[in-house]
């Protein structure tokens, strides 16, 4: 069901670096890391403000804000400020509408619009009016906790999963009216991701009963079916499958991780009959606990993987003439180029690269954390010391 609510985000001080720590980076070596066979991860700013566990990050579109949310029932906008030095600051404090922990956040395509969902069986929507952050609704259905939320290229579809199991569908109506046209059955356990493929109506789960399934639409447009399972006779997971995304530009490929310590990569073809999913490689990620969270770079080409170890990784493809390490190139054409071992003190939740800005990666943890890194390759021979780089046309909080 929908529920019609109107909250308001806090605005945060444009002048008070609230909890910020503001770092100068090294950045000159971030657009040349396409083929990069080493990269160097560099703290660029702490963000503290969040009370408990941070569970997601997620970038704006345009790359303008970056979203997170927390065990603090809260979720988070940030961006650096003018006004402040550089430093980043909370644009916007989400709260007042989930009674229990945010779980996910997930931004529309257009960027004004905010999806978060909740522990408390409820998944608001957000929209920016006048500067100012508000709730437009609240869709409810699930009988507990939800645990991912994800918008269609389109706009016009959010998908919701949870822990009973299930994976809902809702369009979106005149007048911010949520319809659900499917509720999707067929997962044995917790659905733990729901990712929309880049250009197609095409849903993608992942789950703690260890499968990825893909879901479409029907012919006569009545309903929703799965058309793939994948489990580990496809050369898919052995255990719980956390998270799952496509690669950029023609979503050639998509990339799983798992409680195993695999990531597996696997082709994707789309059109008639559907969705196509083949095994292409795997390989152990070198996290010594589950692999939470992976991010395919849109411009740099490179996977970021957050795990249970506290470490943040990073990985390229590998070339036939790569003189890399023997113990750091991985089956079917992946290697480690960059690692930090502890980059937050507890489970590193998700990880997320900045939408237009190679080498910017966001981080998030169980220690309540969020951390913006800079990736640059070591091959760069010159480096120069300036403030985190946002695509064309970013000015920054004023």
Known sequence: RMLSFLGRGKAGGSGDPAGVEAMETETSGSSNLAGAQSVAIKLAANLQGHTDRAWC????????FLATCSSDKTARLWAPSAAAGGAWVTVAELEGVHTRTVRHVSWSPCGRMLATCSFDASCAVWRERGGDWECAAVVEGHENEIKACAWS???TLLATCGRDKTVWIWEVQPGFDFECVAVLNGHTQDVKCVRWHPTEDVLVSTSYDDTIKVWEED???DDWSCTLTLSEKENGHASTVWSAVFEPHGARRMATCSDDGKIVVWSATAGAPGLALHAECSFLSGHDRPVLSLSWGNR???IAAGGGDNSLRVFGSSTPD???DDE???PGG???????????KDDVNCVAWHPTT???LASCADDGSVKIWNVVSEASTQRKRTEIPFGPGFEGVR
């Open 57 to 64: 990050v997620a970038w704006e579109p345009h790359g303008r």
């Open 153 to 155: 290229p389109s706009g």
């Open 219 to 221: 012919v006569n447009g």
């Open 300 to 302: 740099s080409g490179l």
């Open 322 to 324: 790569d003189d890399t």
């Open 328 to 330: 750091k190139k991985k």
């Open 334 to 344: 992946f290697r480690e180029v960059g690692a930090v071992a502890k980059a937050h």
């Open 358 to 360: 190679p080498g910017v």
